[in-house]
């Protein structure tokens, strides 16, 4: 059973700190990698994909991948309370290529 | 306008009544999901489709059933079979390749009477 795991959190961090959060997963061949953002009462959306070892940066978000270590960690710089959700990580099945697994998630809270 | 539609955003089941949530889609998407998530869970797949008249089981398919009759619509149907329907049911729809990732609609929320 291919699993991607997360902190359930909550993971509570002040206003204008970093946020990190961590996602490891099963399958050492995964080749495609998700961060999404959801809101209480609504749906998924997607903030940051990743393919390659090393950073990716948008904006206030880093994603950062390890293939050999396994591991998926978003980094979000000067938390706003706007960002308080929970985050998912999602990894490509690689076995079926339709098919995303989706981490549980972890709860962010930024407190003022 | 391009995007991805649930309806209804709200729904309520009697016991033994069968119920469709649809889904429809506008992005000319190959692929198409339904997800279940139930307070402080993650996402649970119930069904998904890779082409028009084809689908495959998820992981909790049971109780449910769906339909891909058209490359825009994957209607799924939540069977009196299902016991415990009550939860927050997201589609979602993404090109049918590698590095292509998936896009939700807006999600229904299933109450059962």
């Known amino acids: 059973q291919k699993e991607v795991e997360q902190n359930s959190g909550p993971l509570s961090v002040p206003e204008g700190a970093i946020a990190s959060l961590n996602c490891t997963y099963s399958?050492?061949?995964?080749?495609?990698f998700f961060w999404y953002r959801q809101y209480s009462g609504k749906s998924p959306e997607l903030i940051m994909f990743?393919?390659?070892?090393g950073d990716k940066e948008d904006g206030r978000f880093t994603a950062q991948l390890n293939k050999a270590s396994q591991y998926v960690s978003l980094l979000i710089r000067d938390s706003q309370p706007s960002d308080s959700a929970t985050y998912l990580c999602?990894?490509?099945?690689?076995?079926?290529?339709?098919?995303?697994?989706f981490g549980s998630g972890t709860r962010l809270s930024i407190r003022p | 306008d391009g995007g991805i539609t649930q309806s209804p955003k709200y729904l309520f089941r009697k016991e033994g009544q069968n119920v469709t949530l649809s889904c429809e889609q506008n992005?000319?998407?190959?692929?198409m999901y339904w997800y279940r998530q139930d307070p402080g869970q993650g996402l649970r797949l119930i069904y998904y489709?890779?082409?028009?008249?084809?689908?495959q089981k998820g992981d909790i398919a049971e109780g449910y059933s769906v339909s891909r009759e058209k490359k825009e619509s994957f209607p799924l149907t939540v069977t009196s079979a299902q016991k415990n329907p009550t939860a927050f049911y997201l589609c979602?729809?993404?090109?049918?390749?590698?590095?292509?990732?998936?896009?939700f609609g807006p999600g229904t929320r299933l109450l059962v009477l």
């Open positions: 999602a990894v490509r099945d690689r076995g079926s290529a339709s098919k995303i697994i």
């Open positions: 992005l000319n998407h190959d692929a």
């Open positions: 979602a729809s993404s090109m049918d390749r590698e590095k292509e990732t998936q896009y």
């Open positions: 990743i393919y390659s070892n």
């Open positions: 489709s890779q082409i028009v008249n084809d689908f």
């Open positions: 399958d050492r061949g995964s080749q495609s």
